[in-house]
């Protein structure tokens, strides 16, 4: 029996279908990165019994421990709990007051991150990412505090782009039941079948669980309204399904995106993303599978092979101090060990070097190098750490603008509107008020952030010094580069806050003020001068210099 609103029922469900259809080959590919490197999330393909054995595949365990590197990296460098990592700025040309106002809203909004449940959830997120290359963190207003945040298993979520190649639509199924579901939105809320589900006594329909669907996905504007209002005339619809029932539990709306999924990489004409764990497959099956033939090695090389008579007059004990009785009278009839010729050696540098592969793939090495540097100038001069540095930063570039860009600016973004709803801000000054829009920039401020920006530091230094040398030959050289901008990028680069920066007005001001007290300083000095010149010409002369003087 169809439920309340079965024809929009019946439109999401046809199209969370066609959107699961799309994804079947990247959920085979899923299901081996788990098996090979976290059997805890590998229920995408395969039911796997709560409490079973999870690793009878895995011998070699590097990629599973380069991806916790990769994870809790990120995380240290890029989020630092308690930190502040990035902060809301005004956009150049602002007024002071807007300046201060921004700032004020980052540290507070960072306050509200840090007292929630972000580094749980964003932890699990960047182990998805690492692995899978896709990930979602879902965020919402919580009940007991200000916002929570949930990650959302892979293969549960589908997704879809806007024409920009964001993601604008996620639809994500799991199963509850009618208890569960009475809890979250009540007992008039629910389908029919539900309903039955509470008033029956059996066991069976009291377990019975029911597939749910939540979509999410941008309205049309026509069907939207601007300012505080009710779910269905926000921006971004919300609705929970009953699959079962073809029923529309609750249709609401959000006023920003909820769900924050990123891409760690993208391949061409792909939906979905790439990461270490799907790329660096071949080197992990690779090394699991020499693991496993090096172990077997080394067991035979511990217990080799025998060699017996026909006769069964022997019977090799492999004990510790074991005795084998074997017929004295008959030499041919003594068994002995098989000789095992194979290079266990060569097997284990082959082994190292699949490894070394594949914890370059999760920046391994560029992370252990950002939690050691210190330990590293004991070794190397500031210059060479530097210059390592840089080269892993480069490389790790890339993931660093997509899980700023693509992750963390949606759930900034999320949480802002939140607490803006919330009252965490104070009011906006007039300035801001008068735009009427809330204009501003997202700047990272943590480790990684600044040593990526650290880059073009290096290069301001090297034309500083160019334009010294350049100058004996040219004193115009001075003035072929804008000083003062290059001079505030630096600064931004280093995390200085903008409030703390002055305009080029201010500066102008301080400049002229500056030249006027040297001016005036320099003034007894002139008049001095000249009055010591007028002394040495005639009478004529004095009294022309008079006349000249302007009433």
């Not at 965020?139 to 920009?164: C, H, L, M, R, Y």
């Not at 860009?405 to 607490?419: A, D, H, M, S």
């Amino acid at each position: 029996m169809e439920g309340k609103n079965s024809n929009l029922a019946a439109q999401l469900i046809q199209r969370h279908g066609a959107m699961k259809g799309a994804q079947a080959q990247f959920r085979i590919t899923w299901q081996t990165c788990a098996d090979y490197i976290r059997p805890r999330k590998g229920n995408i393909q395969t039911v796997v019994s709560p409490g079973s054995d999870q690793f009878n595949q895995i011998y070699d365990t590097t990629a599973g421990d380069s991806a916790d590197v990769f994870a809790a990296g990120v995380l240290s460098q890029l989020t630092p709990a308690g930190e502040l990592w990035a902060r809301m700025s005004a956009k150049e040309g602002a007024a002071q007051d807007e300046k201060d106002w921004w700032d004020e809203c980052s540290q507070r909004m960072m306050k509200v991150i840090h007292s929630s449940n972000f580094y749980l959830a964003w932890h699990e997120d960047l182990d998805d990412s690492g692995i899978f290359g896709t990930s979602d963190l879902f965020v919402e207003e919580s009940d007991k505090g200000i916002v929570n945040f949930v990650n959302v298993p892979v293969g549960t979520f589908t997704i879809a782009e806007d024409s920009e190649g964001m993601v604008d639509t996620v639809f994500r199924e799991w199963e509850w039941t009618a208890r569960q579901c009475e809890q979250k939105w009540g007992r008039e809320a629910l389908s029919e079948a539900m309903r039955k589900c509470l008033d029956s006594t059996s066991p069976a329909d009291c377990d019975r669980k029911f597939s749910i669907i939540h979509a999410v996905y941008p309205r049309r504007k026509e069907d939207t309204r601007e300012g505080e209002v009710v779910g269905r005339l926000r921006p971004i619809a919300s609705c929970y399904v009953d699959v079962a029932g073809k029923h529309v539990i609750e249709e609401s709306g959000y006023y920003e995106m909820p769900h924050c999924c990123g891409r760690l990489m993208r391949s061409n004409g792909e939906l979905y993303g790439r990461a270490p764990g799907t790329d660096k497959m071949p080197s992990i099956k690779l090394a699991n599978r020499m693991k496993l033939d090096l172990l077997l090695a080394l067991e035979k090389q511990v217990k080799p092979g025998w060699i017996m008579p026909d006769d069964n007059s022997s019977a090799p004990d492999n004990r510790p101090n074991g005795v084998t009785y074997w017929d004295a009278s008959n030499p041919n009839n003594k068994p002995e060990q098989l000789v095992n010729q194979g290079r266990v050696d060569f097997a284990t540098e082959g082994l190292k070097a699949e490894q070394a592969v594949i914890r370059e793939g999760f920046h391994v090495n560029m992370f252990q190098m950002l939690s050691n540097v210190d330990q590293m100038k004991r070794e190397k001069t500031a210059f060479e750490v530097s210059q390592l540095v840089q080269e892993k930063l480069v490389l790790f570039s890339p993931l660093f603008a997509r899980i700023t860009q693509e992750k963390l600016n949606q759930v900034l973004r999320r949480v802002f509107g939140i607490c803006m709803r919330k009252g965490v801000f104070s009011p906006p000054p007039p300035s801001v008020v008068d735009k009427g829009v809330l204009e501003y920039e997202v700047e990272y401020v943590s480790k990684i952030a600044l040593a990526i920006r650290a880059a073009e530091d290096n290069s301001l230094m090297v034309m500083m010094q160019l334009v010294a040398e350049m100058m004996n030959f040219d004193p115009s050289a001075v003035h072929v580069f804008k000083w003062r901008e290059a001079l505030r990028r630096s600064a931004s680069n280093k995390g200085f806050p903008t409030s703390l920066i002055r305009t080029d007005e201010e500066v102008d001001q301080i400049m002229q003020g500056i030249a006027q007290q040297a001016q005036a300083a320099q003034a007894p000095e002139m008049l001095e001068k000249v009055a010591g010149a007028a002394q040495k010409l005639g009478p004529g002369a004095q009294r022309k210099m008079v006349e000249a003087i302007p009433v």
